[in-house]
Nanobody, 125 residues
Framework: QEQLVESGGGLVQAGGSMRLSCSAS????????VGWFRQAPGKEREFVAA????????NYADSVKGRFTISRDNAKNTVYLQMDSLKPEDTAVYYC??????????????????WGQGTQVTVSS
C-alpha cells in the first residue's frame, strides 16, 4: 500500500516562506493527481492545491492563489508546495493526498484515498 510522508513544516513569521514536501512510496505515483489540504483547529479540512499526474496542470484555492505554488518531480516520487507571503491564517496542519483514481483531477477531500500523517505549519504575526 502506498504511503505518503509530509515534511518541511515548522514556525515562520508572517510574510515569510516555507516549502513542504510529500514523498510517496508507490510505483504508480506518476499516474495520480496529488493534492495538498489543510486543517486548522476547529475547522474542516480544506483544499489548498493540486497538481495533475504529469505536473502540467495545477489548481489552487482562492485563498492561496498567487502565493502558493505546487509542483512535482515524478522521478523522485515527490510533490512540493512552495508557500510565500505566508499569513497567520495559513496556520494549520497540512496534508498531502493522492487521488483515488489514476488520471483524474479533483479538489474534494473525499476523492483522495491515500493521506499522509500531516505536518504543522505555524505562521506568527
Amino acid at each position: 500500500q502506498e504511503q505518503l510522508v509530509e515534511s518541511g513544516g515548522g514556525l515562520v513569521q508572517a510574510g515569510g516562506s516555507m516549502r513542504l514536501s510529500c514523498s510517496a512510496s508507490g510505483r504508480a505515483f506518476s499516474t495520480y493527481t496529488v493534492g495538498w489540504f489543510r486543517q486548522a483547529p476547529g475547522k474542516e479540512r480544506e483544499f489548498v492545491a493540486a497538481v495533475n499526474w504529469r505536473g502540467g496542470s495545477a489548481n489552487y484555492a482562492d485563498s492561496v492563489k498567487g502565493r502558493f505554488t505546487i509542483s512535482r518531480d515524478n522521478a523522485k516520487n515527490t510533490v512540493y508546495l512552495q508557500m510565500d507571503s505566508l499569513k497567520p491564517e495559513d496556520t494549520a496542519v497540512y496534508y498531502c493526498a493522492r487521488h483515488m483514481y489514476s488520471y483524474r483531477v479533483g479538489d474534494v477531500p473525499a476523492d483522495f484515498g491515500s493521506w499522509g500523517q500531516g505536518t504543522q505549519v505555524t505562521v506568527s504575526s
